[in-house]
């Protein structure tokens, strides 16, 4: 009998943990008598053939990188009939019994069309927003909220010197997480999130109240959903009468080396996902709950985003007195 052939992609924005998901899938799964196989840059990878044998050797040197090391993309092909057609037959050429797809809820509303289509898969959550309500939190989310602390606490060194605020814009697509979870673990004055309504009249009191208490600085930590940083900081400006600065930290937030946990989570969730496909499991992902794994359905996975943590919000906004 032929062994199982298990094929690993990565697929949207990379993440910092992706390659040690993709080193756990191609390890385990070799390891549990399956071949394994990388599908380069993601899912317009798999359209185009662009698969490749891994051995055990294949991901030596790869759990502290960040990034994809197979690559990735945001592909529409798809999206269409033509393209999810041509991806079946893709992997049957390459004779893949199993698909394991690291990435967001895009990239699992793929995958369950493959699954509709008969194809064995299985989704692991890699994002740096942590919008996927099924799990507890997503491969890339811990590491990417140690990069903002840290580029929060050099611009506090900065606003503190000069007696300024500074907003610091930060990723999360339509999701407040990043920032919620970011702000509170860097001390901010303020949070933007696009789940809670804001406006410019009380964050520009909050800071007012600061400077009477004797604050040197006031630091905005702002989702890129809740609105754009230059703008709020030019009303600002105008508002307080001191200035205000905006830093818009962009794809750094999505690089650098992977946290001990982000390392930890996609070693976990790689073997989970492959013992998942050796179990006959397909059409679900893994999700890390309450420090167990766990397998929720795609569509669960894309359908539900993390609900604002009000208590989280509510933390931060005492603590930041
Ligand atoms: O989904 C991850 C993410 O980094 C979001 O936070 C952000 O809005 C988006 O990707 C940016 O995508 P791109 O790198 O394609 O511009």
């Not at 040197?61 to 690559?71: E, H, K, P, Q």
């Not at 893709?90 to 289509?117: F, K, N, P």
């Not at 994002?127 to 990417?144: L, P």
Request: proline share 2%; net charge negative; hydrophobic share 40%.
């Amino acid at each position: 009998m032929s062994k199982p052939r298990i094929a690993v992609l990565t697929s949207g924005g990379d993440a910092p943990g992706m390659n040690a998901a993709v080193r756990a899938v191609v390890r385990t799964a070799i390891v549990n008598g399956a071949e394994a196989v990388a599908v380069h840059h993601g899912f317009e990878g798999l359209l185009d053939g662009d698969f490749s044998p891994m051995q055990l050797g294949s991901v030596g040197g790869v759990l502290d990188r960040g990034g994809t090391f197979i690559g990735t993309s945001r592909s529409e092909r798809m999206f269409s009939e033509e393209g999810l057609g041509l991806a079946v037959e893709r992997l049957a050429q390459h004779r893949v019994t199993g698909l394991v797809v690291i990435g967001g809820d895009g990239s699992y509303r793929a995958a369950e069309e493959l699954d509709m289509r008969g194809v064995k898969v299985i989704g692991i959550p890699g994002t740096i927003d942590n919008d996927i309500a099924a799990t507890d939190t997503t491969i890339g989310f811990d590491t990417a909220q140690n990069t903002i602390c840290d580029a929060t606490s050099k611009v506090r060194d900065t606003a503190s010197s000069h007696e300024r605020t500074f907003i610091i814009e930060v990723m999360g697509r339509h999701c407040g997480m990043l920032a919620l979870y970011s702000g509170l673990a860097a001390g901010a004055d303020c949070i933007l999130v696009p789940e809670i309504p804001w406006a410019l009249e009380d964050i520009c009191e909050s800071i007012r109240q600061g400077v009477e208490r004797g604050k040197k600085h006031s630091i905005i930590v702002m989702a890129e959903g809740a609105g754009h940083a230059f703008g709020v900081a030019e009303d600002l400006t105008g508002m307080c009468g001191h200035k205000v600065r905006a830093v818009v930290l962009g794809h750094i937030q999505r690089g650098g080396a992977p946290s001990a946990f982000d390392r930890t989570l996609g070693s976990r969730m790689g073997a989970a996902a492959v013992d998942a496909l050796l179990a006959g499991e397909s059409g679900k992902a893994v999700c890390l709950k309450n420090a167990d794994m766990e397998l929720a359905t795609l569509a669960e996975c894309y359908s539900h985003h993390h609900e604002m943590k009000q208590h989280i919000y509510d933390l931060a906004m005492v603590l930041a007195r």
